[in-house]
């Protein structure tokens, strides 16, 4: 059985071939740079990525693909916290 690791790109850096793609991993949170070329079409800000790893345990970006019942979960979670969020705002300026 191979096993896969989950991304979501955090930003887009730069343009054209130069692009970098910021990632943060869902395992462990830590963030890592890909150039934008490696991932395709799949390299969308705020997409949730699944990719194979290899034995050693590295990421194999020629397997990435876009999980995209992940993408429309987080994104309706973050729809009702925002919700839920927006309920309690009581409206009108801060006061410190």
Do not use: Q
């Amino acid at each position: 059985m191979s096993r896969s690791a989950r991304y979501a790109i955090d930003r887009i850096e730069g343009d054209g071939t130069s692009a970098t793609v910021v990632l943060v991993a869902d395992a462990d949170g830590a963030v890592i740079d890909v150039p934008r070329t490696v991932l395709g079409r799949a390299a969308v800000e705020g997409a949730v990525l699944r990719v194979h790893l290899l034995a050693d345990g590295t990421p194999d970006w020629t397997t990435v693909e876009r999980d995209a019942a992940e993408d429309s979960r987080r994104r309706a979670s973050s729809a009702d916290t925002l919700a839920r969020l927006r309920r309690k705002d009581p409206g009108g300026d801060l006061t410190l």
